[in-house]
């Protein structure tokens, strides 16, 4: 397998409403130690994708992905082929190796620390509403486990099948019930008792028109209560499962889904600091700061600079 980098496309931007184009126009082109990002870069699912794969290997000589806080949209699982580290999640940091399986929820902050020397892994990035069968309801919480070979050999077949039909299917519904058959072995494989489609995929439905409307019109904010009428609920029974369901209040929810939007701007175009926190309906470009910092451990200058 090929040493894997990646290089940003930069773009430039005439205006300050113009962030959603750049969402639709920003990409990764994957070069040879061009630059090595976090093993799990915040990258959106193209609509209608209910997932996507990446096989990254690295050799010695690599430098090691740097350390970055970070959370996304997607729920994300990530094998470990060869290297150790440390899985950071908002829980006590977790100890990988090769062999172990780590997952990560929707808008759950974590990080990857690699050590030293080869390094390789697969990532999956998936949408959880793709999921429909009980059986394959995901965990709440971030979880890592070590798998014994028998387990590891299935689940790494399984996502590269799925990645294969991701290139190949122009059929969604039928790699979603891959996906499926992906997370019910992973659940089938781990001592960890992962909670039913009740508790998850179809509360999680409920939500859905308001997540869509969130990331669709990001530059806008929603009061609590229009944001507990879309889910067809009232505003002190939305916001208790809104919490349980997400680990975090929606006031917190709509300021990390502008925070992780802003991560992607000033990675992917020269927009200034100030363009972008007014783009994305930040009040002053001192609070935008430090809600970015308060998020990621760093401010939004430095984070263009580590790009």
Excluded at 4 to 15: A, D, F, M, Q, Y
Excluded at 94 to 118: I, K, N, Q, R
Excluded at 259 to 271: D, E, P
Excluded at 274 to 286: E, I, K, M, N, T
Aim: hydrophobic share 45%; charged share 20%.
């Amino acid at each position: 397998m090929p040493l894997c980098g990646r290089h940003r496309v930069s773009l430039t931007v005439k205006n300050n409403n113009a962030w959603a184009d750049i969402v639709s126009k920003s990409a990764i082109i994957y070069k040879n130690l061009v630059m090595l990002l976090p093993i799990s870069e915040a990258v959106p699912l193209l609509p209608g994708i209910v997932a996507r794969v990446e096989h990254v290997a690295q050799d010695a000589a690599t430098a090691v992905p740097r350390r970055f806080s970070h959370f996304h949209g997607p729920a994300e699982l990530v094998l470990v082929k060869a290297g150790t580290g440390a899985f950071i999640s908002e829980n006590e940091p977790v100890s990988f190796s090769p062999g172990s399986l780590v997952f990560v929820p929707p808008m759950a902050v974590h990080d990857f620390a690699f050590d030293e020397g080869e390094r390789a892994w697969t990532l999956v990035q998936f949408d959880p509403y793709a999921l429909d069968s009980e059986s394959a309801s995901i965990p709440p919480a971030p979880m890592a486990t070590l798998l014994d070979p028998k387990q590891f050999d299935r689940i790494e077949m399984l996502m590269d099948w799925l990645g294969q039909s991701l290139a190949t299917e122009p059929d969604q519904r039928a790699v979603a019930l891959q996906l499926e058959t992906l997370i019910l072995a992973i659940r089938q494989a781990t001592a960890r008792t992962w909670p039913t489609a009740q508790d998850t995929g179809s509360a999680l439905s409920r939500f859905r028109p308001l997540l869509d409307q969130l990331n669709r019109e990001q530059s806008k904010s929603l009061r609590l209560a229009d944001a507990a009428s879309l889910c067809g609920m009232s505003a002190p029974y939305f916001s208790r499962r809104f919490k349980s369901l997400f680990g975090t209040g929606f006031s917190a929810y709509q300021t990390r889904m502008k925070v992780l939007q802003a991560a992607r701007i000033l990675a992917t175009s020269n927009m200034s600091v100030s363009q972008v926190c007014y783009a994305l309906g930040f009040c002053s470009p001192a609070y935008f700061t430090y809600c970015f910092r308060s998020a990621f451990g760093v401010t939004p200058t430095k984070h263009r600079t580590q790009k």
